[in-house]
């Protein structure tokens, strides 16, 4: 095996066991990566349409919920969410 060869095989094996890379088995993350897209599409429904008095309540803003659906889709943006409102308890 040359050289350049070693490389390529070592270059994919380390790129395989790294979680959200392009060689992962794009049909074995479909589900996960839809149930994603749908809450996204949930939190933009649920809490796109609040004025920013409600959002304040429970601790986000509306840029926070903005942010948070335009990640990306590896992040879970109802964990997003919920750091963001975490952090900010109590500092209004």
């Known amino acids: 095996m040359t050289r350049r060869n070693v490389m390529q095989t070592t ?3 380390t790129a395989r066991g790294l979680p959200g890379t392009a ?4 049909l074995e993350r479909l589900p996960a990566l839809v149930h994603e897209w749908r809450t996204r599409r949930n939190i933009e429904r649920g809490l796109g ?13 509306k840029a926070d919920v903005e942010a948070a659906c335009a990640d990306s889709l ?11 409102a975490q952090n900010r308890t109590g500092n209004w």
């Open 74 to 84: 590896d992040r879970s943006a109802s964990r997003v969410l919920k750091s963001a």
């Open 49 to 61: 349409h609040l004025s920013d008095f409600h959002l304040r309540d429970v601790g986000l803003t």
């Open 23 to 26: 060689l992962d088995r794009p």
């Open 11 to 13: 270059l994919g094996q």
